[in-house]
């Protein structure tokens, strides 16, 4: 059985860094496509981050881009995404999301919820101003 385990998420003030990690478990198959989304409250679940097979593939939202950076480390079957110039929006709960055992994702079509069919339980990322 595939998990996704999220760690990291916390409290930090705005303009800080915080750096977020998941971890991948019973994957046998290295070829997928991780991402980051974040829910905040009354809010839809919203795509961050993504990052393809192979890592040269990456994918930010307009609000993440040049202040984020997502990374992946295939040895450790591990994803990152670092934070900086953290800001009161960017509150909210982080989920990792993978698509494993479905094929090539889609480059246009990131963001979207329907891509991936693994997700983590969430870390909460609070940040105070």
């Known amino acids: 059985q595939v998990q996704l385990v999220e760690s990291g998420g916390g409290s930090v003030e705005a303009g800080g860094s915080l750096r977020l990690s998941c971890v991948v478990s019973g994957a046998w198959d290295t070829s997928y496509c991780m991402a980051w989304f974040r829910q905040s409250p009354g809010k839809a679940r919203e795509g961050v981050a993504a990052?393809?097979?192979?890592?040269?593939?990456?994918f930010y939202s307009d609000s993440a881009n040049g202040r984020f950076t997502i990374s992946r480390d295939s040895a450790k079957n591990a994803v990152y995404l670092e934070m900086n110039n953290v800001k009161p929006d960017d509150a909210g709960m982080y989920y990792c999301?993978?698509?494993?055992?479905?094929?090539?994702?889609?480059?246009?079509?990131?963001?979207?919820?329907?891509?991936?069919?693994?997700w983590g339980q969430g870390t909460q990322v609070t940040v105070s101003s």
């Open positions: 999301a993978a698509r494993i055992g479905r094929g090539m994702c889609d480059r246009g079509g990131w963001y979207g919820l329907h891509e991936y069919n693994i």
């Open positions: 990052i393809f097979t192979g890592g040269y593939d990456k």
